[in-house]
């Protein structure tokens, strides 16, 4: 099973984007969902998490300007971001946890300019 990200590009400061992340195949048990992101030189941070019931966690980053959803029946799981910011530019890596182990999407650049 395969995690794919998209939606990534660039964007202005203010702007908005909007990230998809689908599995290739069945997960079953997925507990929690998310997004990670890693600018250059900086360790990959939590952006958002997601768990089945649908509880959102959120870094303060980004605390009222991205929000986290997902489709269950779909696997998929979707981060929307608005008022972007130059310091939101990284690549976005989505996650998804089963009971039995972890997954990682490719990545997703995203590039917000001043």
């Known amino acids: 099973v395969q995690l794919q990200a998209s939606g990534g590009g660039l964007v202005q400061a203010g702007g908005s984007l909007r990230l998809s992340c689908a599995a290739s195949g069945s997960i079953l048990g997925i507990i929690l969902m998310g997004w990670y992101r890693q600018a250059p030189g900086k360790q990959r941070e939590m952006v958002a998490t997601?768990?089945?019931?649908?509880?959102?966690s959120y870094a303060d980053s980004v605390k009222g300007r991205f929000i986290i959803s997902r489709d269950n029946a779909k696997n998929t799981v979707y981060l929307q971001m608005n008022s972007l910011k130059p310091e939101d530019t990284a690549v976005y890596y989505c996650n998804y946890r089963s009971a039995f182990r972890e997954y990682w999407g490719q990545g997703t650049l995203v590039t917000v300019s001043s």
């Open positions: 997601i768990t089945s019931g649908g509880r959102t």
